[in-house]
């Protein structure tokens, strides 16, 4: 399918088969596109100008962490009513602006564990919701991470989701093996090495039981990631595996293509070019970034305060006058603008990075 049919055919969010689409041609063309966390308006901006710039598709997924901090920490969240509301805000928000970047967004949620399956079970209402009144959902897609759970209880209750998610034409994400480390309050640090790398067996099980439901998920299969940033030689990541699950499916479904399945890259900080080039080749079409853009927010703002420092001490007087006034430097628009920056620049480090600027 042309490039013009599948990633012009609507700006702002897309949903449904437009998705799939876009991973379909993501895979066939060897690129995948970052999926970029983001907790604000500010960091939803950065990354969608960074997009636009590259002439790049983009995802953009809240955290349930994070929706709790786009709501403000200051809304109760005993039962996640923080991460539903900021969640749904961040969607609408993002829903008014992307199509002023002119770039297809895939409005996504990150890792929804068991004890978080509340949070999901709100944002499952806001889309049928909004279905009901626009024949879409609100998000284009969500991320059910019961990966802790044994192989048969996660693809049950995963399939339970699906089911719900389908009849709008959903996309669903999963995971079947762990990512170690810890992010977001999830922390798997303490689980066995054995069970960060996923066999191709459990993978296929998960497309037996999703596929009768609808053709719209993706797996996020483990082989060794671990969240965060780690140093070169402390994980042993074996890309490689993922090509033993597509290898594995389409022997089993007899199938032409050589990746029938859509493959997630979790836990990529620290990774080589090589560990994601091999992950891409074998059908990877979404990569999650979000310690590296935390940490290039930090760069501007901390550059700029650290610069600027003589002028941030008062309202008025700095260096060039006791009586001189500082507005122009404390303004929020100008500090924060300078974190949007630097976070723009690694956003469009990795669209570069993964082959998905210029795609459009």
């Not at 999830?186 to 996923?198: A, M, Q």
């Not at 299969?221 to 597509?246: C, I, M, R, S, T």
């Not at 090589?274 to 979404?286: C, L």
């Not at 940490?295 to 700029?304: E, F, P, T, V």
Request: with cysteine.
């Amino acid at each position: 399918m042309p490039a013009s049919d599948v990633l012009k055919r609507k700006t702002g969010v897309i949903v449904g088969d437009d998705v799939r689409n876009l991973f379909r041609y993501a895979q066939e063309h060897k690129f995948a596109i970052p999926a970029i966390n983001v907790t604000s308006s500010s960091t939803v901006n950065a990354a969608l100008e960074a997009a636009r710039d590259a002439n790049s598709p983009i995802i953009l997924q809240t955290s349930q962490g994070g929706a709790a901090y786009f709501a403000g920490k200051g809304v109760a969240n005993g039962n996640q009513e923080a991460s539903i509301a900021g969640a749904i805000a961040a969607a609408h928000f993002i829903r008014s602006i992307a199509p002023a970047y002119g770039i297809p967004v895939i409005l996504h949620t990150d890792h929804c564990a068991k004890k978080l399956l509340p949070w999901l079970d709100g944002l499952l209402d806001a889309d049928e919701a909004y279905f009901k009144e626009h024949g879409e959902p609100l998000f284009s897609s969500h991320m059910i991470d019961l990966s802790e759970e044994p192989h048969d209880a996660n693809i049950a209750t995963t399939k339970k989701y699906f089911e719900r998610a389908a009849k709008m034409n959903q996309w669903l994400e999963m995971e079947i093996g762990i990512t170690g480390g810890e992010e977001d309050g999830v922390d798997n640090s303490h689980v066995h090495v054995s069970r960060l790398y996923t066999q191709p067996e459990d993978v296929f099980a998960v497309y037996e039981a999703l596929a009768p439901v609808s053709p719209n998920f993706s797996i996020a299969a483990a082989f060794g990631n671990v969240h965060g940033v780690y140093k070169p030689g402390n994980v042993k990541l074996q890309p490689e595996l993922l090509g033993d699950h597509q290898k594995y499916a389409k022997e089993k479904l007899n199938s032409k293509l050589d990746t029938p399945l859509f493959l997630v890259f979790h836990g990529g900080s620290g990774s080589s070019k090589e560990e994601f080039e091999t992950g891409i080749r074998h059908g990877v079409v979404k990569v999650n970034i979000d310690t590296d853009t935390q940490y290039a927010y930090l760069i501007g703002i901390r550059d700029y305060v650290l610069n600027k420092k003589d002028y941030l001490m008062s309202q008025v007087g700095n260096p060039e006058g006791d009586d001189k006034p500082n507005k122009k430097y404390f303004d929020p628009r100008v500090w924060v603008r300078e974190g949007e920056k630097t976070m723009k620049a690694r956003v469009t480090e990795a669209l570069e990075f993964f082959n998905t600027a210029g795609q459009l």
